[in-house]
Nanobody, 118 residues
Framework: QVQLVESGGGSVQAGGSLRLSCVASEFIWCMGWFRQAPGKERGGLGDIYSDNSFLGDSVKGRFTISQDSARKTLYLQMNNLKPDDTAMYYC????????????????WGQGTQVTVSS
């Protein structure tokens, strides 16, 4: 069972930045970031596998996804944050599939809250 632990969430003003981290207990092929705001479905932000990374259109240009050299820590650099970015942010991982669809991921972290005030 792969354990994922997120950190780095917090409260910031609009225009600010945060860097989220997700540490995996072991290497796993694909890791991704998701978020879920109250009353909304969980949506994919980006994923990374091998030397490939992908960011969704909703955050492209403001967010960056990256991984450490051991490929066990996933990062999400979030710049120019907006109130609409307020959500619980989750890290997910899967040994076989990589996409922005939450249903494709087997392992999930507990989430870290990001709150952006105007």
């Amino acid at each position: 069972q792969v354990q994922l632990v997120e950190s780095g969430g917090g409260s910031v003003q609009a225009g600010g930045s945060l860097r989220l981290s997700c540490v995996a207990s072991e290497f796993i092929w694909c890791m991704g970031w998701f978020r879920q705001a109250p009353g909304k479905e969980r949506g994919g932000l980006g994923d990374i596998y091998s030397d490939n990374s992908f960011l969704g259109d909703s955050v492209k240009g403001r967010f960056t996804i990256s991984q450490d050299s051991a490929r066990k820590t996933l990062y999400l650099q979030m710049n120019n944050l907006k109130p609409d970015d307020t959500a619980m942010y989750y890290c997910a991982a899967d040994p076989l599939r990589c996409s922005l669809s939450p249903g494709n991921y087997k392992f999930w972290g507990q989430g870290t809250q990001v709150t952006v005030s105007s």
